[in-house]
Structures are given as structure tokens and as C-alpha cells.
């Protein structure tokens, strides 16, 4: 019962010390800075402790080495989205220095297709309520087969050189199925003319 008690007091004494209402404070930045027609990677690194990590999504893609690093997979995500929108849509979740909620974001590609991306975001600051490390977890075929289907044309109807080169191999064996066909017939035709010739010399 005493540990329960010490370790809820040493949770409110965490979020005291941090400050909720200036972390969401920094959320509402971060959903400013995390939107724009395109993104402002600039302010978007600014965000981050210098050695602040994204992993985005988690599992697949992480990103450390500082701000330089930062902006650079900024920058090629934007490189697909001329405009993004991006809100904190679920409840807040703040418990000393870290905080999770639910996000989504509302992108629009260079071939002007809308998607709509929900994951779950959490970060963790540090004393100078900086981003030490920020996890968005997505479901990544889910996005991919979304991105795709925003493309023209969509990128699973494109046909792949291998097919190409069979479809023509087809079309060529046919053609000379054709032509067999053809000349046995041309060469029946030609019998039957030489029987008749020969049935009209006998009578």
C-alpha cells in the first residue's frame, strides 16, 4: 500500500515539475508544425533535442544522427505530399515527461489524391521540453496500399517488363499457329483441285 502511495505521489510530483499545461502547450505547436502546405521541416527539427530520435512508423523506419538527419527524412516526405494536416484526435495521455494520444492526418498527394492516415503518437520530452523520442505506430500496409492507390496510373496496374516481353512471345507463337493453319489449308485446297483435274481427264 505504501509503495502504490509513493509511486502515485512520485508520478504528480513528475508531471508538476514538467508542467501539463506547458505540455500542451508544445502539443498544439506540434500539431502546427506538423502540418502546412508543405511542412516546414525547419520547424519541425526545432522541435527535437539534437539528439532527439523519430521512429516513423515504429518498426520500420528509425531516425537518429540529429537534426540534420531530421530534416533530410522531412524533407523527402514531403517530396510526395504537397499538404498535410495533422491533429491530435483522441484523448491526451500525460504522465511525467511522457505523453501519447491518437493522431490523424489529412495528406494530399502531388496527383491532388486525399488520403487520411490514424496512428498512435507518443513522445517523450526532456528538461528543456524538447522531443527526446517520438513513435507513431501505423499500420504501414494499411498507408502503402492507400499511397498507391493515389497513384496514376495506380502502380499495381502498370505492367512489369517481364509480362510485357511474355505477352509479345504469345502474340508472336500465335501469329505462326496462323500462318501453319493457313498453309495446310492452302495445300488441302490444292489436293482436291489435282483430284478433280484428274477425275475430268479420265471421263
Known amino acids: 500500500m505504501r ?16 508542467g501539463a499545461e506547458d505540455i500542451k502547450t508544445v502539443l498544439k505547436k506540434w500539431e502546427q508544425n506538423f502540418s502546412g502546405f508543405p511542412m516546414n521541416c525547419r520547424r519541425v527539427v526545432d522541435m527535437f533535442a539534437t539528439d532527439g530520435v523519430a521512429e516513423v512508423p515504429v518498426g520500420k523506419t528509425i531516425i ?18 504537397t499538404h498535410i494536416e495533422t491533429f491530435i484526435s483522441g484523448p491526451t495521455y500525460i504522465v511525467g515527461s ?11 498527394t502531388k496527383t ?9 503518437t507518443t513522445l517523450q520530452f526532456d528538461k528543456e521540453m524538447k522531443i527526446r523520442v517520438m513513435k507513431d505506430y501505423i499500420n504501414t500496409e494499411e498507408f502503402e496500399t492507400a499511397y498507391a492507390s493515389c497513384q496514376f ?10 509480362d510485357v516481353k511474355k505477352d509479345e512471345v504469345k502474340k508472336d507463337e500465335v501469329k505462326k499457329e496462323v500462318k501453319k493453319d493457313k498453309v495446310k489449308k492452302d495445300e488441302v485446297k490444292k489436293d482436291e483441285v489435282k483430284k478433280e483435274v484428274k477425275k475430268d481427264e479420265v471421263k
Open 98 to 108: 511522457h505523453v501519447s494520444f491518437e493522431r490523424t492526418s489529412l495528406l494530399v
Open 153 to 162: 496510373p495506380t502502380l499495381s496496374d502498370e505492367p512489369k517488363k517481364d
Open 64 to 81: 537518429s544522427g540529429g537534426h540534420r538527419k531530421l530534416f533530410q527524412h522531412c524533407e523527402q516526405l514531403s517530396e510526395h505530399f
Open 3 to 18: 509503495w502504490s502511495i509513493l509511486c502515485v505521489a512520485l508520478l504528480f510530483c513528475v508531471t508538476l515539475c514538467f
Open 112 to 120: 491532388n489524391c486525399r488520403m487520411v492516415s490514424k496512428g498512435i
